[in-house]
């Protein structure tokens, strides 16, 4: 498959590559980020054409910035907001990851959810759970609360550390950033409509 690529910093945005913090983050994160495992989550769609490597390589970097100036463990910034969205499952579609271990990783598509239980609610914990199963060594409670509390206020309990508010906040502005332009919003919405009303009507 196509996913890996040794070379790890010509699939980073060169804007980061260019910061002059660049270095100093990637030391800390260079073993995640050329982990097998990791590295397939190029092929997991994140929002709006991202994938999850991008998306969770500007929080981890943003929330090492962020860190920085507020005095918290930058080394923890950066390693739960690279891991943050470490979840093992697909929650959307894509081909290429479909193709990997028997299509496994498009086994929640299929399921049927009661709302609580959806990806939302709990890709945290997942997460959370998920690092420690391939990063053993990583395992640190700051991380661990900064992962699992990260869709805060959704989660049940409540961030225990500076650092998982810098994470929770990075997501949340990151997430803003990537959406859709205004102007495309209303059609997406109609686009919506008629797929719920076509799906109520005539089931497909
Ligand atoms: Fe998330
Ligand atoms: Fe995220």
Redesign the pocket.
């Known amino acids: 498959m196509g996913y890996y690529n040794e070379n790890v910093i010509d699939d980073i945005d060169p804007n980061i590559v260019r910061n002059p913090s660049f270095d100093e983050w990637f030391d800390i994160v260079e073993s995640i980020l050329r982990n097998d495992e990791f590295q397939r989550r190029k092929l997991f769609p994140?929002h709006h054409n991202m994938s999850?490597w991008d998306?969770?390589i500007f929080?981890s970097f943003r929330s090492f910035v962020m860190g920085g100036i507020f005095h918290c463990d930058t080394r923890v910034c950066a390693i739960a907001g690279l891991l943050?969205?470490f979840y093992p499952l697909a929650w959307l579609y894509n081909e290429e990851l479909a193709a990997l271990d028997n299509g496994n990783y498009m086994e929640r598509l299929n399921r049927k959810e009661p709302l609580f239980k959806r990806h939302g609610f709990t890709h945290g914990r997942e997460a959370a759970e998920n690092y420690i199963k391939f990063f053993p060594e990583l395992e640190d409670p700051k991380i661990t609360d900064a992962i699992k509390k990260?869709m805060f206020p959704l989660t049940i309990g409540i961030p225990k550390y500076k650092e998982s508010f810098v994470i929770t906040l990075v997501?949340k502005s990151?997430?803003v950033h990537e959406l859709p332009n205004p102007i495309v919003v209303p059609g997406m919405i109609k686009n919506s409509v008629v797929k719920i009303f076509n799906k109520q009507k005539f089931g497909k």
Do not use: A, I, L
């Open positions: 994140h999850v998306h969770s929080v943050h969205d990260h997501d990151n997430s």
